[in-house]
């Protein structure tokens, strides 16, 4: 069992930066993929960032390429997001989520297997 514990949202103009953290528990956080997903209101879970077990490997969804960056501290078991020039938007809850293997699945949540509880991001216009 992996627990995820998301912090780091808040309020921000747009324009602005934040960076999310996952603090993930467990012996084995360094053999998961990790993701961020997000979810504004009225609509579908999206995909955000993925990373493989190790960093090497980063994979990001169009909308925020360039602009976001997902990262990784094994020894802190803890998952970054740092979030740059954010729009309006990027306003959602965010949720840190853990694959059982190694390597990206894909932007699929249900290839997912643990989540976070989510933390709200919010960009004023």
């Known amino acids: 069992q992996v627990q995820l514990v998301e912090s780091g949202g808040g309020l921000v103009q747009a324009g602005g930066s934040l960076r999310l953290s996952c603090a993930a528990s467990g012996r084995t956080f360094s053999s998961y993929a990790m993701a961020w997903f997000r979810q504004a209101p009225g609509k579908e879970r999206e995909f955000v960032a993925a990373?493989?077990?190790?960093?090497?490997?980063?994979y990001y969804a169009d909308s925020v390429k360039g602009r976001f960056t997902i990262s990784r501290d094994n020894a802190k078991n803890t998952v970054y997001l740092r979030m740059n020039s954010l729009k309006p938007e990027d306003t959602a809850v965010y949720f840190c989520?853990?694959?059982?293997?190694?390597?990206?699945?894909?932007?699929?949540?249900?290839?997912?297997?643990?989540w976070g509880q989510g933390t709200q991001v919010t960009v004023s216009s």
């Open positions: 990373i493989s077990w190790s960093g090497g490997s980063t």
């Open positions: 989520a853990a694959h059982h293997n190694t390597f990206i699945p894909g932007p699929d949540p249900t290839y997912y297997n643990w």
